[in-house]
């Protein structure tokens, strides 16, 4: 039973573009929103997080807007660059140190 | 300020034999968390250790056990080794009290 369904599986965007990757959650009880980004060999490292108290959070040229009706959330990443190439995941979890709950992944790559 | 510290990075093993993975968690953290990440796959959260008892546990066999010592460091054991334990295992680190977790950058254990 998938939890965090992700979309889309592979993204291609031109430098420059607005990269979107949405999710979707059915667990009411989740209470934390993370987004990671992974690049080849390493962990994920934490990019940006939400909290369903809010409907949108920004940080630079990340943003997470947050539908809680719908049980959906989604990342924008504006003014795509090549070092954004990368797979992106989001997350979820019950609140603080709860398990994490992962999608399956988007492979994100940035044109020049 | 090291991040979370795992080693070894890359291990050979073949079938049937025993593995042993280590973390060093974030500094000031006190929960460590072991997630196997399949090729192409989002982590898949196998337990938590917390106060050097295991606080949560995912959908994995009793072969995948751990332990987490005073120093808050953490080993995860896999006996009995099959092919489908082939993966990149993380180690994630945070505080009991508090939202987000700090990835390490895997062990990558392929089973021969």
């Known amino acids: 039973q998938q939890q965090v369904k992700q979309s889309p599986q592979s993204l291609i965007v031109q430098k420059g573009g607005i990269s979107i990757i949405n999710c979707a959650y059915e667990n009411t009880a989740f209470d934390y929103f993370p987004w990671y980004q992974q690049f080849p060999g390493k962990g994920p490292a934490l990019l940006i997080a939400?909290?369903?108290?809010?409907s949108e959070k920004k940080e630079g040229r990340f943003t997470i807007s947050f539908n809680k009706s719908a049980k959906q959330f989604s990342l924008h990443i504006m003014d795509s660059q090549p070092g954004d190439s990368a797979t992106y995941f989001c997350?979820?979890?019950?609140?603080?140190?709860?398990?994490?709950?992962f999608g399956k992944g988007t492979k994100l790559t940035v044109n020049p | 300020d090291a991040g979370v510290t795992q080693s070894p990075t890359h291990l050979i093993k073949t079938r049937g034999q025993q593995v042993t993975l280590r973390c060093s968690p974030k500094?000031?953290?006190?929960?460590v968390s072991w997630y196997q990440q399949a090729l192409g796959q989002g982590p898949q959260f196998i337990f938590q250790?917390?106060?050097?008892?295991?606080?949560q546990r995912g959908n994995f066999p009793d072969r995948f056990s751990g332990h987490q010592f005073p120093n808050y460091s953490s080993e995860l054991n896999v006996n009995a080794l099959l092919l489908g334990d082939s993966a990149l295992y993380l180690c994630a680190s945070s505080l009991v009290t508090g939202y987000g977790y700090t990835f390490g950058s895997g062990t990558r254990l392929t089973v021969v």
């Open positions: 500094s000031g953290h006190d929960t």
């Open positions: 939400i909290r369903p108290d809010v």
């Open positions: 997350a979820a979890n019950k609140g603080g140190s709860e398990k994490l709950v």
């Open positions: 250790y917390y106060e050097e008892e295991e606080r």
